[in-house]
Structure formats: C-alpha cells, structure tokens
C-alpha cells in the first residue's frame, strides 16, 4: 500500500523555467514532508521540508506547497538550471515514528 | 560538519552469507534510521535506532537486524542472504530531540551497493 505517491515518473524543464513536483499521500497522520534529490548510486540530498502547520516554505530557488485537505504537496523550483537534474523523491511521516514513507521518485530533466 | 559515512561502499556476497553493513551519523545525532532501495519496491524502511534501542521497524524478515553503539554508530547485518537481496542500503541520521520537527530531517549517507551472486 502506497501511502506516498509521485504520479509523473519524469518531467522536462527549459533552463529557467519553472519545474513543478507533484506528490499525493493517503495517511492524514503524516505531519511532516521533505523533498529530497538523489543521483543513481548516491544517497538522497535533503532539499527542504515542511511541517503540516504550515502551508508553504522556502528556501533560495526551491518552494514546497503543501495543501492538507487534498493531501498534495508540490515542489517549486525557479528558475531551473541543468543541475537541477536528478530524481526527486517526497517523503513523509508522523509524529512519534521517524520512519520516512517515500514515493516512487520524479526524474526531472533541465534542457539548456 | 562531516556527513554521514557508510562503509562499505560495495559489497558482493553469495547466497547464504551473512554481511555486516556500518554507519557514521553526523556527529551530535542520536538516531539512525537504515533503508533498502531496490528498483521494484523503492525506498523502503528497515528500521531505527535511538540510544543503542531499536525505536521503529520496518516489514523486513528477521535476517535483518541492527544495532546501535554508545557513540551512535549503527551496524545492519543481513543473515543467510538471497538473491532478492541486492540493493543499495542507505543509512540516515537526525537529531531527533522530540522539539520542532525540523530535528527530525533525515541526512542520507551515500549507500552500500550489495550484489548477492
């Protein structure tokens, strides 16, 4: 049972244009969410995070969004650069249990 | 600060060995989480460690196991592997000091590759 989703296994940007990520949860008890990159054969790299008493955080180019009633949270990346290319991975959990739940990933690809 | 360590970083084994994987949290974290990715299941959840005690655990069978040390170093050990076993194995550590959430962030270490022949 999937209870963090990435619907689009990939997207591809212009350099400079706006990369939006999209990912859906089904747990209601999850009450913090991070976005993470990750490089085959590499650990993921800790983005940015937001707390469920919140509903949007940032931090230099990279925003996340979180929407609690439709459980949906989404990362904003202006502008994007080539570098910028990696699978992004949302990930999830609840208090009391440090367990991360993680989607399927979003492989992003920054055209110059 | 350094990052989080994981040594080694490759690893082959054949079926039926057992392997010992280590992880260096950042220094000042207390708890270390460990992962498996494999292509067909993702990033999975195998379990963690606060204070040398194992907090939360993961649906893995019991071949796979842990530990935590006094200065927070962890071990996984994997016990008579399978081929299914193959994967890269992330370890992750937080502060994790039951205040703001933002101490619960998550650093990964770069993984052990472990191929099971």
């Known amino acids: 049972d999937q209870q963090v989703k990435q619907n689009s296994p990939s997207l591809s940007v212009q350099e400079g244009r706006i990369s939006i990520l999209n990912c859906d949860y089904t747990?209601?008890?999850?009450?913090?969410f991070l976005w993470y990159k990750k490089y085959p054969a590499e650990g993921p790299t800790f983005l940015i995070s937001?707390?469920?008493?919140?509903d949007k955080n940032e931090d230099g180019r990279f925003t996340v969004f979180l929407n609690k009633s439709a459980k949906h949270l989404s990362l904003h990346i202006v502008p994007s650069q080539p570098g910028d290319s990696a699978v992004y991975f949302c990930?999830?959990?609840?208090?009391?249990?440090?367990?991360?739940?993680f989607g399927t990933g979003t492989r992003l690809t920054v055209i110059p | 600060k350094a990052g989080v360590t994981q040594t080694p970083r490759y690893l082959i084994k054949t079926r039926g060995q057992q392997v010992t994987l280590s992880c260096s949290p950042i220094?000042?974290?207390?708890?270390v989480s460990w992962y498996q990715q494999t292509p067909g299941q993702g990033l999975q959840f195998l379990f963690e460690?606060?204070?040398?005690?194992?907090?939360n655990k993961g649906n893995f069978p019991g071949r796979f196991s842990g530990r935590q040390f006094s200065n927070s170093r962890s071990e996984m050990n994997v016990s008579t592997l399978e081929l299914g076993d193959s994967a890269l194995y992330l370890c992750?550590?937080?502060?994790?000091?039951?205040?703001?959430?933002?101490?619960?962030?998550?650093?990964f270490g770069p993984g052990t590759r472990l191929t099971v022949l």
């Open positions: 990930a999830a959990s609840q208090t009391g249990a440090n367990n991360l739940f």
């Open positions: 747990n209601s008890m999850f009450d913090y």
């Open positions: 460690y606060f204070s040398e005690t194992q907090r």
């Open positions: 992750a550590s937080s502060f994790t000091s039951g205040g703001p959430r933002w101490a619960d962030t998550q650093y």
């Open positions: 220094s000042g974290h207390r708890s």
């Open positions: 937001i707390s469920s008493i919140k």
